[in-house]
DNA sequence: CGTGTTTTTGACTTCAGTCAATTAAAGTGG
DNA sequence: CCACTTTAATTGACTGAAGTCAAAAACACG
């Protein structure tokens, strides 16, 4: 029951970051029961209207949640990297209303539902530490809404990058000035609500006016802050805790 | 402490049509300190960037919460109409990440983030029902993003008055077919991300083509069914409760 | 009634979409 | 390691949905 699951660490990681937690609640968390899976592009792990029964940890790799409309359009509203909680949201409600699928191969520690929804209620600074991922979480999708619903493309896509590099920096996986970005060209569409023809020319431009570099799959920030300018991106909405600003 | 505060009672029934609660449950939810506004259009309950201390009940009246990007475009983000918590999340956060602003006059209980706090963990029924009214607003939140950055504007303005229509009618407060819409087309133009010079010409395309039928600030829905259709509406995302789908 | 919104209309612009072809990269199997 | 296939990125020409600007009409209201 006490004993050290190593898997679950990051997750005990996030939820001290925000919250003081005990040693009891520190043993409950690694003690939550779990299976580590690792999914590739396609398997999703939940698809609209389903009843999702597990909640999932990100131990590696990328995952994207993503919604369809009638004309058979994608809308990407959520981006999850290594730490993160996937899908909070959907496992908590009863149907799930989008459907969560990996960007890339990614390993996973899955959570069944009601675990969670026990320590939550249970020990109530693990609870507080779970509501501040819902909200933040929450934050996000209020962002993306004015992204989409009120920026240029050049804005759109600048925010994405801006937003991707912070959280990967946040998290201890990248320097803002140099990330991993594993998405195509086609999901940056999908998720800025453009089309992939239009990303393509607003990236080439981002990096003809020197605010980026790209290479491959790889972006390189050659100047942060007017990166940042030209996305209209401020870390607030990210609702950063205990370090400061990431190095620009 | 136990007495009855009357005031409370929406909140009350909000809260127990999703989770069952006991006697003491009640009790205590009636039991909440609070304090009765009246709000007019202008007087913010909340800045982006101010610090959160009261947590709305809507008694009466409209609410938007909106961001304002660096153009100074604005975009509505949400719309609260009576018995609608709002801003669960500003108030549980430590910093506001986005406006948020009566629509009409509007009759308010507020109550302190920390008695809601509190209450959430030393309650779990009490909890459960408002974590769960975070994840729905959550989900509604997924559908904007999705609804402006794939649908066009028929679309758009078509699935709004879908869903305004439908937490009305689910909220008790009137039919699909024939409800008020507190918005001037500016407003919607910011909630659906478009201008208000394209609203009109929409919204007069939908009458023209027999879907609504408006005088001056209300709309009835001549034909719910086609202006589902027309705006992908499927009320799903909203998670309804016990009651089924509305009277079409 | 006059004054300030809000809605409506028209002419014109533009940003982003569409379609289609080309090039480049990434695998795959022999 | 090289043809062979597939997927992703790039480019160009053209289209179109929505934005802009500006003025007129219709309300709302003190």
């Known amino acids: 029951m006490g004993q050290n699951h190593p898997a679950l660490e990051p997750l005990l990681a996030r939820l001290a970051s925000r919250v003081a937690l005990d040693a009891d609640d520190c043993a409950a968390v690694l003690a939550l029961p779990h299976a580590v899976r690792t999914l590739k592009p396609g398997e999703h792990f939940v698809r609209e209207g389903e009843k999702a029964t597990h909640c999932a940890l990100m131990l590696s790799g990328f995952t ?3 919604k369809i409309v009638a ?7 959520a981006i999850h990297m290594t730490g993160d909680f996937v899908d909070l949201q959907n496992s ?8 969560v699928e990996p960007l890339t191969a990614a390993k996973v520690a899955f959570v069944p539902r009601e675990e969670l929804r026990t320590i939550m209620f249970d020990r109530p600074n693990v609870g507080r530490a779970l509501l501040n991922e819902l909200l933040v979480e929450g934050s996000v999708f209020r962002e993306w809404i004015a ?7 050049r804005e759109r896509v600048a925010h994405l990058l801006c937003e991707i590099g912070y959280r990967l920096e946040a998290a ?10 594993p998405m195509t060209q086609d999901q940056i569409a999908d998720a800025v609500g453009l089309t992939a023809v239009h990303v393509n020319r607003t990236l080439m431009a981002l990096d003809a006016d ?8 790889s972006v390189k920030v050659a100047d942060w802050q007017r990166l940042a300018d030209a996305g209209d991106f401020s870390e607030l909405y990210l609702h950063p805790v205990e370090s400061p600003a990431p190095v620009k």
């Open 210 to 217: 020197g605010l980026t570099s790209r290479t491959k799959r």
């Open 64 to 66: 994207i949640r993503h």
């Open 71 to 77: 004309r058979g359009a994608r809308q990407i509203v």
């Open 92 to 99: 908590f409600l009863a149907i799930a209303d989008h459907n």
């Open 172 to 181: 201890g996986l990248a320097r803002t000035c140099d990330f991993e970005l």
């Open 147 to 153: 992204n989409v619903g009120r920026r240029d493309a």
